[in-house]
Antibody, heavy 123, light 111 residues
């Protein structure tokens, strides 16, 4: 059974760096075609893909946030970390990490997802 | 504005059939990339409903079906039930953006 759990601060001040950790079990991030993605959802709004790390350590970022995002993995700990610099109130959202399936090609999908963690950016 | 366009809302009576459209472009659906569909209940994480255009994960009833043609895709739900009330999202890959993209989401209301 694949499970993922997001952890990190619930409140971040503007201009600070947000660091979120995705702890997972039930799969190996070194297996071909596997990925871990981060997706966020502002309150009452749609899903937005942020970043993805592939089984071969290839990393991809949302073009609109690329300069502020970093995704890394620690396969020995089964963790993926996402950092978002220069936090702004518009970054207030529920942040999800998800197991990526079928990413041996470009058009993979996300299944399952963690429960998500709500992060508020406010002074 | 999302790269994949969905109607903000659809509705139907119990037992009826509804469809949710997902309109893309030649850089995503029209480029041959598969579309995937997710369902999200209030306060919960999304779950995949349809993957690779028309495939259902185990446990998803055959009342749910997906199709794709050209730059558009659709999710059909037959035998509508009150429990189907949720938000539905399509997702694919976009060549121009070099990014994975979601639709704006569709809220399904069962009348």
């Amino acid at each position: 059974q694949i499970t993922l759990r997001e952890s990190g601060p619930t409140l971040v001040k503007p201009t600070e760096t947000l660091t979120l950790t995705c702890s997972f079990s039930g799969f190996s991030l070194t297996s071909y075609g596997v990925a871990v993605g981060w997706i966020r959802q502002p309150p009452g709004k749609a899903l937005e893909w942020l970043a993805l790390i592939h089984w071969d350590d290839d990393k991809r970022y949302s073009p609109s946030l690329k300069s502020r995002l970093t995704i890394t993995s620690d396969t020995s700990k089964n963790q993926v970390v996402l950092t978002l610099t220069n936090a702004d109130p518009v970054d207030t959202a529920t942040y999800y990490c998800s197991h990526g399936v079928g990413f041996g090609e470009l058009d993979g999908w996300f299944d399952p997802w963690g429960r998500g963690t709500l992060v508020t950016v406010s002074s | 504005q999302s790269v994949l366009t969905q109607p903000p809302s659809v509705s139907g009576a119990p037992g009826q059939r509804v469809t949710i459209s997902c309109s893309g472009s030649t850089s995503n659906l029209g480029a041959g990339y598969d579309v995937h569909w997710y369902r999200q209940f209030p306060g919960a994480a999304p779950k995949v409903l349809i993957y690779r255009n028309r495939n259902r994960p185990s446990g998803v009833p055959d009342r749910f079906s997906g199709s794709k043609s050209g730059t558009s895709a659709s999710l059909a739900i037959t035998g509508l039930e009150a429990a189907d009330e949720a938000d539905y999202y399509c997702q694919s890959y976009d060549d121009s953006l070099r990014a994975w993209v979601f639709g704006g989401g569709t809220k399904l209301t069962v009348l």
